[in-house]
């Protein structure tokens, strides 16, 4: 049992002083999953330090009559996360974050002859984990998983767990 721990806490160790790959200094792209219903977000990191980085994206959506009901929905998203990343094997990278962002919801639509109309802003903190790989190319693709929590009464759900699939330029 003895061994099993130090084992354990040897591996842990390991697992924190690895030394990472070196990240980009900036890179680009999309983070394409389900946002809350937003989709697609235009995705950009920048390297803050050796092992760390900041990711902001911006998400939006605009449909009309999605649910064949004359709707007209459309919604903004900006997410920002402090990104600790660490190195696997090679080109292959882990990663974990903390952050949160702001969201701006609206809607129109017809409903038994009457319409309806609102529109709300809120808050929300969000973590997030991911694996990710990096090509010799300037090129980034990754798999992520953020959990959200939102701050209002407008949203059906207090949390939205999101998982995205991300491709990037590195420059």
């Not at 999953?33 to 990191?45: L, R, T």
């Not at 330090?49 to 903004?76: A, H, I, K």
């Not at 790989?133 to 300037?138: A, D, K, M, V």
């Not at 407008?154 to 995205?164: I, L, R, S, W, Y």
């Amino acid at each position: 049992m003895k061994n099993l721990i130090l084992s354990a806490t040897m591996l842990i160790g390991l697992a924190f002083s690895a030394q990472a790959q070196e990240i980009s200094k900036n890179a680009i792209g999309l983070r394409i999953g389900d946002n809350d219903g937003i989709g697609a977000e235009v995705s950009y990191q920048r390297k803050l330090g050796t092992r760390n980085r900041l990711e902001l994206d911006l998400g939006w959506r605009n449909r009309r009559d999605y649910y064949g009901d004359n709707r007209d929905d459309s919604s903004v998203k900006l997410a920002g996360l402090y990104q600790w990343v660490w190195n696997i094997d090679g080109g292959f990278n882990w990663y974990a974050g903390v952050g949160g962002g702001l969201a701006n919801s609206s809607y129109d639509y017809n409903y038994a002859g009457e319409k309806y109309n609102d529109s709300y802003t809120y808050a929300f903190a969000a973590g997030d984990i991911g694996i990710e790989y990096n090509f010799p190319i300037p090129l980034m693709i990754s798999l992520d998983f953020r959990p959200e929590v939102y701050f209002t009464d407008k949203v059906n759900e207090d949390f939205g767990p999101d998982v995205a699939f991300g491709i990037r330029y590195q420059f």
